[in-house]
């Protein structure tokens, strides 16, 4: 039968999540605040062409580097 290996795929995903805790900033002060606590430097890896290619890349970095002062 199909179903089983989705069933235990199910399960056992289940199971890996029970152990991630899922919490969400409630402002982005916070998010930004925890942040900063994380270090200085953000490691981005991107494709050629997402957000646009190098332009929406340097518009992020820059969006970054504001938010972070």
Known sequence: MKRRPIALAL????????????????????LIAGAKKEGDEIVFVAGAQTFGGR???????????????
Request: hydrophobic share 45%; charged share 25%; aromatic share 6%.
């Open 11 to 30: 399960l056992i995903f289940l199971a890996l999540m029970e152990d991630c805790p899922l919490h969400a900033a409630e402002t982005a002060e916070q």
């Open 55 to 69: 332009k929406g890349l340097a518009e992020l970095e820059t969006g970054f580097n504001k938010n972070m002062d």
